[in-house]
């Protein structure tokens, strides 16, 4: 399936938030249209859409979400057999009368702390770059790198000294891009790939404090 251009991209993600705005539907964009939309380059594209939702006291699981889109939306979703399970199908109209259905993936999730924001998608594309192999991997580390100069640093997503998986996932990103290294420091704390120290943690910070008054005296 051929890949969005940003305009197209952008218009049906303004649809899709329309129409879940309208259900009163807490969610949020991820994957490579969450990238595409927050830091936009010409070479990065998508073919689909995904979501994920928060279940909230009416029980909207992404399955009844499909359901109620179809139901409710029928001029602009159509079904999508997807592995024999159907999901929406954006209806994006093309010149010429054309109609391509862009595929939207809805997950859920049953404890929503927070909206994803670019530290958390900058944590899942680390990982997902060392856990899948094929295209979609390949794409990951360059999501990576264009989403850096929106991430801060400290934030507790960008945490990996207690996930060994990050810590491994990390060391393998930096195989494949190691000019990466430095821009990473500057926003991830992890101790065994940087050596790094976490100066919000108190240890920590006694170890940094002593090692100073060694110095000095």
């Not at 964009?29 to 689909?48: I, K, S």
């Not at 810590?167 to 195989?175: G, Y």
Request: proline residues 6%; contains cysteine; hydrophobic residues 40%.
């Amino acid at each position: 399936m051929p890949v969005l251009l940003q305009t197209q991209l952008e218009h049906v993600a303004a649809i899709i938030a329309q129409r879940l705005d309208t259900m009163k539907i807490d969610y949020a964009m991820m994957g490579g249209a969450a990238v595409c939309l927050m830091a936009p380059d010409p070479q990065r594209a998508t073919e689909d859409v995904d979501l994920v939702i928060r279940v909230d006291h009416r029980s909207i699981t992404a399955d009844l979400l499909t359901n109620k889109l179809l139901i409710s939306f029928p001029s602009d979703f159509a079904p999508v057999s997807q592995f024999g399970h159907n999901i929406p199908g954006y209806k994006l109209r093309l010149p010429g009368g054309v109609v391509r259905l862009v595929e939207l993936e809805v997950f859920d999730h049953q404890s929503w702390p927070n909206r994803p924001h670019a530290e958390w998608i900058i944590r899942e594309k680390i990982r997902s770059q060392y856990q899948r192999h094929g295209a979609k991997q390949a794409v990951d580390p360059q999501d990576v790198e264009n989403l850096l100069s929106y991430a801060i640093p400290g934030k507790s997503e960008l945490n990996f000294d207690d996930d060994q998986e990050l810590q491994d996932a990390l060391a393998t990103l930096l195989k494949r891009k190691p000019k990466l290294r430095s821009d990473l420091k500057e926003v991830i704390q992890c101790q065994a790939v940087f050596g790094n120290y976490d100066i919000t943690s108190h240890e920590d910070f006694e170890v940094l404090l002593g090692a100073l008054f060694f110095f000095k005296f």
